[in-house]
């Protein structure tokens, strides 16, 4: 009962304080004035990704490398089956052809260099800034372009800003608001993972499995609501967007921030099994957003029976 207490209060904790962040961080910059595009580039995609980075950062300083890695990985594998899934069952997925192009090549480059370091076994803090770096780049170059031509890509990181949850009026309440959501996001990941700890011991399981399932589809919750809110407004170049950035984000900014900080040993049930997924489920994706530039209903039902059956396998080893 302890551990589903803490599990509970924690994701609680990440949901609500992920939530804070963004709606306060994202009304503070609109009130100073800060263009919808930079917003929908960063502050949506950095504050969607924090409840994985607090997460997989404390479960590193804690000794607990399966959880830090497994969440990253869980979570890019979930965004995508599960979170997308869903939201293409609800509405048909457009995406925007030159949004497409650079997305993918950024979210394939990320993944190649995730297998990379998984294969090698260990993310020293080198490549940690090397990965913080490559995101940094990537965000001045996608912002650079949009600003000089501006089209339909821009626009659906407009429509990403205008779908965050608003805050109070003026800057002062905001930035408050932002900060109090980075508290409890940092107080709520240590109940999540101690909870998720705690969880693998009683039942004799890995904490990789853990962080591959129970905490890798808790702090994707933020995508989940962001994802399907879009969806249901009919913004389903949003929900796409969402998924594909927030992948890169988890990628580049969580383990680089993470490894920055404390190097990480990649664990032997990830380089074996769940990499492979990663890259497979990334591949699918490409394959079925090429075709058309359209994700439907059937291929959203594809991504859910998938992450039925992955789920299902780790259940069955565990």
């Known amino acids: 009962m302890d551990i589903a207490i803490s599990l509970a209060i924690g994701l609680v904790m990440l949901v609500i304080g992920g939530d804070l962040l963004v709606r306060g961080s994202v009304t503070a910059a609109k009130n100073m004035g800060v263009s919808p595009l930079l917003i929908g580039l960063t502050l949506v995609g950095f504050g969607t990704s924090t409840p994985e980075l607090v997460t997989s950062l404390t479960a590193a300083l804690e000794g607990s490398p399966g959880i830090a890695v497994g969440n990253v990985v869980g979570s890019n594998i979930a965004n995508v089956l599960l979170i997308l899934g869903a939201s293409a069952v609800i509405f048909p ?7 497409f192009k650079r997305d993918v090549l950024m979210l394939i480059a990320s ?11 260990f993310i020293p803090a080198w490549v940690g800034a ?14 650079r372009e949009e600003k000089r031509h501006p089209d339909e890509a821009a626009l659906v990181l407009e429509h990403r800003a205008e779908d965050a949850p608003k805050g109070p009026k003026g800057i002062i309440l905001p930035l408050a608001l932002a900060i109090g959501g980075i508290a409890i996001t940092i107080f ?14 009683g039942f004799g399981v890995s904490d990789t499995i853990i962080g591959l399932t129970v905490v890798a589809v808790g702090t994707s919750m933020p ?5 399907i809110t879009a969806a249901l407004r009919k913004h389903a170049d ?10 890169i ?5 969580v383990l680089g921030a993470t490894s920055l900080v404390k190097p990480i040993e990649i664990p032997t049930q990830i380089i074996q099994f769940d990499i492979w997924v990663l890259l497979a489920t990334t591949a699918l994706l490409v394959f079925f957003a ?6 439907m209903r059937w291929e959203g039902f594809v991504f859910l029976a998938g992450f039925v059956a992955y789920t299902s396998y780790l259940i069955s080893i565990a």
């Not at 997925?93 to 949004?99: A, Q």
């Not at 940094?136 to 996608?142: E, I």
């Not at 984000?249 to 900014?253: A, H, K, Q, T």
């Open 111 to 121: 993944s190649l260099a995730l297998l990379g370091v998984v294969l090698v076994g």
């Open 93 to 99: 997925l457009m995406i925007d052809p030159k949004g």
């Open 188 to 201: 709520g990941a240590r109940f999540f993972v101690n909870g998720a700890v705690d969880l693998a011991k």
């Open 238 to 247: 949003v929900a796409y967007g969402n998924i594909v950035g927030s992948n």
């Open 249 to 253: 984000f988890n990628v580049l900014f």
């Open 290 to 295: 090429r075709s058309g530039l359209k994700l």
């Open 223 to 227: 995508e989940l609501v962001t994802s």
């Open 130 to 143: 090397l990965f913080i770096l490559s995101l940094l780049a990537y965000v001045h170059y996608v912002y």
